[in-house]
């Protein structure tokens, strides 16, 4: 049987927060590894691949796909090890005080230290409860939008009014030909000057009380051809030709992970982890980085899952060595860096 090898930090998630902390542990010149869910690393950046972000400090708008590419580029410095399409399941420590993490796959991992990033859990987008919605997903139903050029000149309905949907409408307004927002309350709850550009704009439509209730296909059954919306208010049935379907209803997450792991972990509304700035836990050796965080302080953005991830890996380097610098070095003045800047170096002056 495979023994597994011991880590000085195992990163749970491999989003923004548990690549940005796997770098940092690289940094700080611990052992380790990075288990992610997917298969592939990047977290829930991969909703909005095509979004502009302009939030992150020092980055010019930036689409989703790019900024997952640098986090990765980035979070794989060090070589740590990457354990992908791998669930862990609950967490326990054994006699000699070493985290056990239980995976899907079997596995037991061993960890000095853990740092928890799973951010908003297992995703999975709340699903259309219309019968047979499902064989539409491979042509015009989509749960996100991952190519804004396919919306180019279409109509387009967006089912949802929370600030997903919202955002979508927004990225899709310069490209679409007409949106529709269908949702079932009475008001839009994203951004406000989102929310009234949208308003206010003759290309958008927005259907407040009415729901999708059927999906009417094209002659050939492929396509999603025209929606039928009925009313809550009225009852008022009626229907919209369009080219394109986006069901934004939020989603589904398996948090199974922190409740299943009888370690006495302090949570705030039974779902974040209730941390200190730092990013410590209730639990010795365990911290935590990123959304799943919650603190005073906490700033629930991509920019926010960096400090987390420094703190974190932090605290961890000085709770197995409690006499190591509190802080890792910049890097201007990191050993580490020192030959990477040359080769780097030598590029820009070829
Ligand atoms: C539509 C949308 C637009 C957004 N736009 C912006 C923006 O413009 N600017 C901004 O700053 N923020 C934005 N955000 C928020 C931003 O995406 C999050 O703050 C950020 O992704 C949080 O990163 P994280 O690493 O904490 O968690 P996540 O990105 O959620 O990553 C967590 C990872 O952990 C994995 N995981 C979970 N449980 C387990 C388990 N048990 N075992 C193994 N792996 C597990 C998941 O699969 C996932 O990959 C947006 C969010 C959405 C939904």
């Given at each position: 049987m495979l023994q597994e090898e011991l880590f000085d930090v195992t990163v749970i998630g491999g989003g923004p927060a548990g690549l940005y902390s796997t770098f940092y542990s690289g940094l700080r010149e611990m052992k380790t590894k990075l288990i992610e869910f997917q298969p592939f690393l990047g977290g829930k950046v991969h909703v909005y691949p095509e979004k502009m972000i302009w939030d992150i400090g020092g980055l010019t708008p930036t689409p989703g796909a790019q900024l997952i590419e640098q986090l990765v580029k980035q979070g794989l410095t060090f070589d740590p090890e990457v354990v992908l399409n791998e669930k862990i399941e609950s967490i326990t420590r054994n006699e000699d005080n070493i985290f056990e993490?239980?995976?899907?796959?079997g596995r037991i991992h061993y960890s000095k230290t853990v740092i928890v990033a799973v951010g908003g859990g297992i995703l999975?987008?709340?699903?259309l409860s219309i019968e047979g919605a499902e064989k539409f997903e491979v042509t015009n139903l989509h749960y996100t939008v991952k190519s804004l050029k396919r919306f180019k000149d279409k109509t387009v309905?967006?089912?949802?009014?929370?600030?997903?949907?919202?955002?979508?409408?927004?990225?899709?307004?310069?490209?679409?030909?007409?949106?529709?927002?269908?949702?079932?309350?009475?008001?839009?709850?994203?951004?406000?000057?989102?929310?009234?550009?949208?308003?206010?704009?003759?290309?958008?439509?927005?259907?407040?009380?009415?729901e999708i209730t059927k999906l009417l296909a094209n002659s050939g059954d492929e396509l999603v051809e025209r929606v039928e919306l009925t009313c809550s208010k009225t009852g008022a049935v009626s229907q919209l030709t369009i080219d394109e379907v986006v069901i934004n209803h939020g989603y589904d997450?398996?948090?199974?992970?922190?409740?299943?792991?009888?370690?006495?972990?302090e949570m705030v509304d039974d779902w974040y982890v209730k941390g200190t700035p730092s990013g410590e836990s209730s639990v010795p050796?365990?911290?935590?980085?990123?959304?799943?965080?919650?603190?005073?302080?906490?700033?629930?953005?991509?920019?926010?899952?960096?400090?987390?991830?420094?703190?974190?890996?932090?605290?961890?380097?000085?709770?197995?060595?409690?006499?190591?610098?509190k802080y890792g070095m910049v890097s201007s003045h990191n050993e580490l860096f020192k030959e990477r800047n040359r080769e780097l170096v030598k590029q820009l002056m070829a």
């Open positions: 993490l239980h995976g899907s796959s999975n987008p709340t699903k309905v967006i089912s949802g009014g929370g600030n997903s949907a919202v955002d979508w409408a927004m990225e899709l307004l310069p490209f679409a030909k007409q949106i529709y927002i269908t949702y079932r309350k009475d008001a839009l709850s994203g951004h406000e000057a989102n929310v009234t550009t949208l308003l206010n704009n003759p290309k958008v439509e927005c259907l407040f009380n009415t997450r398996d948090s199974s992970l922190l409740e299943n792991s009888k370690l006495n972990i050796g365990m911290f935590a980085a990123g959304d799943i965080l919650m603190h005073d302080g906490k700033l629930h953005l991509i920019a926010g899952c960096f400090q987390d991830g420094a703190n974190a890996v932090n605290s961890a380097k000085s709770y197995i060595q409690p006499d190591a610098n």
